[in-house]
């Protein structure tokens, strides 16, 4: 843990040194409060089914009570939060999408000052059926019309996307077919990829694009060194860590974190599960392959769950290439019916949740600190990446710290 702690203080933190001004002269000697008000780092988690019913004035009663506690859980942790695009049920029929309501919630998102992301623009599962009548040319352009009419219709809101994912398995996918499997026989992993992300960056080119996989055998390594070598900008390496059969362990994290920092692009751990009950039998290939109704959460589970997190979380926050820990799901019984969430089904919080709101806002967390300046206007502090607020008297001004070590910046009241 301490080699961590300190690797954390390393990557995560700068101490920096603020001229403070006000209509051009030092605000000397004053004393003055500094609050941290954001992470650069984000901690997500994602959508919630109830609060996107909630945002769109769907709910009452105890369904209610339920979405506005999830809501304020979020709210005490996470600062980014991924907004479900599966073709089959964002256009179940064609020229019919959601897009107003996913929009809604993506405001709502938005006007708390999260980060949203957009999940996904092209993937095999959960693809619309309706494909499956057109022919390989007709499924392509439809895909195409897809990306330009949704990242057009969110930008601005939505300015992060999983574009392709979990490419490893699309042409070799034999469960049931389908129009995008069929595309990715035709043209191929490279091309297919290629042919995403050209088109969502040319319809907002100021957005982040992700490449996400499940896999991180060998096989994704070489994906990603096809897709740079063919040219093609991926702005951020998507690794999933499904563990519902047991905890990698940080030296397996280390590893995997190791084998993809080598493309030096950042990268994004974008689903997170860690169960809270027994594990998934070792056996199992395919996660989708166990269902079970009743898979509960144990005392001795989330213990374990608490301690497993706090070392996942610190093992990937102290790596420099990491820039995103998506949590999934939040609540326990949305993904796989597993015991995964950081909160029970009735929103009431797991150690896990608590552990990572003591390290979140605690321990990565500048307090509300008193500071004076010097006769230059000038104050000195140590602090985690992110916007900070100086308050004085009624008067208050934001700054950002961005990069790690030492650093000056001017601030003006």
């Keep these: 843990m301490e080699n961590l702690d300190l690797a954390i203080r390393k990557n995560r933190t700068a101490k920096t040194t603020v001229a403070l001004s006000h209509n051009g002269q030092p605000v000397a000697n004053r004393e003055i409060l500094v609050q941290q008000k954001s992470h650069k780092f984000l901690f997500g988690t994602n959508w919630g ?96 019309d897809r990306i330009q009419r949704d990242v057009s219709d969110f930008a601005g809101v939505i300015d992060q996307w999983d574009v392709v994912n979990e490419a490893l398995i699309m042409p070799v996918f034999d469960r049931y077919d389908n129009g995008i499997t069929r595309l990715c026989k035709e043209l191929g992993r490279i091309e297919l990829i290629r042919t995403m992300f050209d088109t969502t960056r040319a319809v907002n080119p100021k957005a982040t694009l992700l490449l996400n996989d ?83 959460s144990t005392p001795e589970g989330e213990e374990r769950q608490a301690q497993e997190v706090v070392l996942h979380y610190k093992s990937l926050f102290a790596h420099p290439s990491v820039q995103a820990v998506t949590w ?58 992110g916007q900070y607020e100086i308050s004085l008297e009624n008067q208050k001004v934001c700054f950002s710290v961005t990069e790690k070590g030492e650093s000056s910046i001017s601030v003006s009241l």
């Design 49 to 144: 089914e109830s609060t996107i019913a909630l945002v769109n004035g769907e709910l009452s009663g105890r369904e209610r009570e339920l979405a506005e506690l999830r809501n304020e859980n979020f709210l005490r942790l996470f600062n980014q939060v991924t907004l479900p695009f599966y073709w089959a049920r964002f256009e179940p029929r064609r020229g019919q999408p959601q897009t107003q309501r996913i929009l809604n919630v993506a405001r709502w998102y938005k006007e708390q000052g999260c980060i949203v992301k957009g999940h996904p623009l092209c993937w095999h599962t959960l693809t619309a059926d309706w494909l499956l009548e057109m022919s390989n040319q007709e499924i392509l352009r439809a895909q195409l």
């Design 328 to 385: 999934w799901d939040m609540s326990d019984g949305g993904w796989l019916n597993a015991p995964a969430g950081l909160v029970r089904k009735d929103q009431s919080c797991k150690p896990a949740y608590d552990e990572l709101v003591k390290l979140v806002k605690g321990e990565w967390w500048l307090p509300p600190t008193r500071m004076t300046t010097n006769a230059d206007g000038q104050f000195v502090f140590d602090g985690f990446l």
């Design 214 to 296: 499940f896999d991180v055998s060998p096989a994704y390594d070489i994906l990603v060194e096809g897709c740079l070598a063919a040219g093609i900008q991926i702005d951020v390496i998507g690794i999933q860590t499904h563990m519902h059969q047991g905890y990698w362990g940080a030296e397996r994290t280390q590893s995997v974190l190791e084998r993809f920092a080598r493309f030096n692009l950042p990268i994004h751990f974008t689903e997170n599960t860690i169960v809270s009950g027994h594990l998934m039998p070792p056996e199992i290939v395919d996660l989708n392959d166990y269902q079970v109704e009743d898979w509960p």
